[in-house]
């Protein structure tokens, strides 16, 4: 079992930037890849960034130019580096991780963390 635990969310202002975190913890040597997905109210979750153990990425085009994710593989961690806000950014975003390339789907999810991105 995998273990994800989320921090960084918050207010901010449009134009404003904001860094999630995402720790790891449990049987982290069968995680393949880990990413973030977000769901606005009323919207369905919808996939923000992939990155693998490779280090090989994937954004939303909605997101791509604007948002970085990045790892610490020593200490199981990922980061969510977003720039130039948009009010629609605003959702909960979910840590996730998978055994497997995230084109089959990820098997753990953290508790997810508010960012609200104020017009």
């Known amino acids: 079992q995998v273990q994800l635990v989320e921090s960084g969310g918050g207010l901010v202002q449009a134009g404003g930037s904001l860094r999630l975190s995402c720790e790891a913890s449990?049987?982290?040597?069968?995680?393949?890849?880990m990413g973030w997905y977000r769901q606005a109210p009323g919207k369905q979750r919808e996939l923000v960034a992939t990155?693998?153990?490779?280090?090989?990425?994937n954004y939303s085009d909605s997101v791509k130019g604007r948002f970085t994710i990045s790892r610490e593989m020593n200490k199981n961690t990922i980061y969510l580096q977003m720039n130039g806000l948009k009010p629609e950014d605003t959702a909960v975003y979910y840590c996730?991780?998978?055994?497997?390339?995230?084109?089959?789907?990820?098997?753990?999810w953290g508790e997810g963390t508010l960012v609200t991105v104020s017009g």
């Open positions: 990155i693998t153990r490779g280090g090989s990425t």
């Open positions: 996730t991780a998978g055994i497997r390339s995230p084109t089959y789907g990820m098997d753990y």
């Open positions: 449990g049987t982290t040597p069968s995680i393949f890849a």
